[in-house]
């Protein structure tokens, strides 16, 4: 005999077994139209940012030719490139389709390189005198903020520090054009020459990661890391090409008094060659004379161009005339 209720029950488990097919039924669909979108997100994320031009200064900074207000501002735009860029930053992403990207992220980790470098000598010899051991507080605040772990999702977020750090920067730069300047920038030959030792650092480096793309045992970078070292250089030639356009606006006089002003102008072109379409999907490495490109050795070629020309612009800025 039916006990009371066994039939509503027995419907009630029908219609949901019913209601979990219809929804695995809908699951391909989702995925179909999902899929795509992600593609095209992921795709529209990628994308690198244009060069930046020297930004555009307050009439009262050209007027007076304010020193520093230039490597400044093109500074902030390089930090405002790498987190309001398409996608955001996205080094620190735990999502798709930020998870799944890793060109970016390791462009990003090119840019936030010469951030990390820029910051450090504007705080240790531009943002100072040199006889004067007093630091600037903002150039201290945001050095300490670009230096924050880059892979910080959760509280404290990188980006949230990164934009701290641009705080910081803006206020210097304010200070630093106000017409009673509360700031100071030394746009001096030894201070820069230092500044192009660190830069001469990471372009060596760089280059050693390119090339290791094509060594033999070993030394040999894998080959799903090799994009990665790619992209990364790429990233910091893209942000070494905005801040040396600035640099020469601002150390014009320098450059020029020392006879540095056509080496400087070389690695601004070699840096540009540096950013042309990469075309191919992927980073090839092909053989020599081989039928595939090797992108990782013309990158190399690029970083070497820049790193010669710098030498010749950093021995010349510390001969005394």
């Known amino acids: ?7 509503s029950l027995e419907t009630f488990l029908l219609d949901s077994a019913e209601r979990g097919r219809r929804n695995w039924r809908l699951l391909p669909r989702l995925l179909a139209v999902a899929l795509p979108l992600l593609l095209l997100l992921g795709w529209y994320w990628s994308l690198e940012p244009e060069p930046l031009a020297v930004p555009a200064l307050p009439p009262e900074a050209r007027e007076a030719r304010v020193p520093g207000a230039a490597t400044t501002a093109m500074l902030a735009g390089i930090v405002d490139a790498l987190l309001d860029k398409p996608g955001g930053y996205l080094h620190n992403d735990r999502l798709p389709p930020g998870l799944l990207l890793d060109d970016m992220p ?13 910051t450090r000598a504007l705080r240790r010899d531009f943002g100072r005198a040199p006889q004067l051991a007093v630091e600037d507080p903002d150039l201290v605040r945001a050095e300490a903020r670009f230096h924050f772990d880059a892979d910080s999702w959760l509280l404290p977020t990188s980006e ?3 934009a701290m750090g641009r705080e910081a920067l803006d206020s210097y730069y304010l200070r630093l054009v106000a017409p009673q300047p509360g700031a100071r920038f030394h746009a001096q030959p030894d201070a820069l020459a230092r500044w192009l030792a660190d830069v001469d650092a990471r372009l ?4 050693q990661r390119l090339a290791a793309a094509t060594a033999e045992g070993e030394a040999r970078t894998p080959w799903l890391a090799r994009d990665d070292a790619f992209y990364e250089a790429r990233g910091y030639a893209w942000a070494l090409l905005a801040q040396l356009r600035a640099v020469q606006v601002d150390f014009a006089a320098v450059l020029a008094s020392r006879g540095a002003t056509p080496a400087v102008a070389q690695a601004v072109t070699a840096l540009e060659g540096s950013q042309r379409p990469v075309l191919s999907p992927v980073i090839l490495n092909g053989s020599e004379f081989g039928l595939l490109a090797n992108h990782s050795l013309v990158m190399a070629n690029y970083l070497a161009r820049t790193r010669a020309s710098l030498m010749q612009a950093r021995v010349q800025l510390t001969t005394s005339l």
């Open 160 to 162: 949230g520090e990164y």
């Open 1 to 7: 005999m039916e006990q009371p209720g066994e039939s």
């Open 106 to 118: 390791s462009f990003e980790a090119g840019m936030l390189a010469h951030v990390r470098d820029m």
């Open 204 to 207: 060596a480096a760089y280059g």
